[in-house]
């Protein structure tokens, strides 16, 4: 059974990284690849704003980096407000890594752990 607290405390410390000098929206996300391998990564701006990259991406684009195809889950933190949950350009990309047993989006309520399927976050996501 995946160990989801486990994979929140990690989106959780590396939230602290993330480089928010407009916004101030820190976020941190932990990817658990199908390998059983972890990867984690925090949201980051530019001035230009359309450069700036989400944590879900930096952590499934770190996994990609490692050989990774498929990820089993993704745990989403940001200290700036609960239950935060992924973009729509990171819920596609989440849709197209996901494991055949499907991802499932964690974040935390109230100090709550809890899960939602991507395919329940997005409906209809485009796929070859």
């Given amino acids: 059974m995946t160990d989801y607290k486990y994979l929140m405390d990690k989106a959780k410390e590396v939230s602290a ?3 928010t ?3 101030k929206f ?3 996300a932990c990817v658990l690849a199908d390998s059983g391998n972890i ?3 925090c949201n980051f701006e530019n001035a ?3 450069l700036s990259i989400c944590a879900e991406r930096n952590a499934i684009g770190t996994a990609i980096a490692n050989g990774e195809k498929k990820i089993k889950a993704v745990a989403i933190y940001s200290p700036n407000m609960e239950n935060c949950s992924p973009c729509g350009a ?3 990309v989440i849709y197209e890594f996901k494991s055949d047993e499907g991802v499932v989006v964690l974040t935390e309520l109230n100090g709550e752990i809890i ?3 991507i395919d329940d976050l997005l409906p209809g996501g485009f796929s070859l």
């Fill in 26 to 28: 820190n976020v941190g």
């Fill in 17 to 19: 990284n993330a480089y």
């Fill in 39 to 41: 990867y984690t990564g």
């Fill in 90 to 92: 990171c819920r596609q």
């Fill in 115 to 117: 899960s939602h399927s």
């Fill in 21 to 23: 000098p407009y916004s």
């Fill in 48 to 50: 230009s704003y359309g």
